[in-house]
Nanobody
Framework: QVRLVESGGGLVQAGGSLNLSCTAPTRTFGSWTLAWLRQIPGQAREFVAGISGAGLTTYYADSAKGRFTISRDNSNNMMILHMNMLRPEDTAVYFC????????????????WGPGTQVTVSA
């Protein structure tokens, strides 16, 4: 079982940038397709970006394309979400999770959720 932990959230002004990190103490980190998902209070979780185990394939929600970049460093058991041009509507709790099957873009395809990290973008 994979136990994921996120870090890097915080408060940033609109138009700013923020990096989120996700790590897990497992030897199999590089074999997992992982993703970032987010949840706004009162709303369902939504997919943001995903990356294959080797990092060769990436997936983005339309809201993230052109602004966010997902990457990973398997030698350090780390996955990164670099967020640029942040908007107030990006304010949410961001989670990393492991893909367990199904559509890469569906939150129901993920498990082993981390506790999440809060991102707040002020106008």
């Amino acid at each position: 079982q994979v136990r994921l932990v996120e870090s890097g959230g915080g408060l940033v002004q609109a138009g700013g940038s923020l990096n989120l990190s996700c790590t897990a103490p497992t030897r199999t980190f590089g074999s997992w397709t992982l993703a970032w998902l987010r949840q706004i209070p009162g709303q369902a979780r939504e997919f943001v970006a995903g990356i294959s185990g080797a990092g060769l394939t990436t997936y983005y929600a339309d809201s993230a394309k052109g602004r966010f970049t997902i990457s990973r460093d398997n030698s350090n058991n780390m996955m990164i979400l670099h967020m640029n041009m942040l908007r107030p509507e990006d304010t949410a709790v961001y989670f990393c999770a492991g893909w367990i099957g199904g559509s890469y873009y569906s939150p129901s395809s993920y498990n082993y959720w981390g506790p999440g990290t809060q991102v707040t973008v002020s106008a």
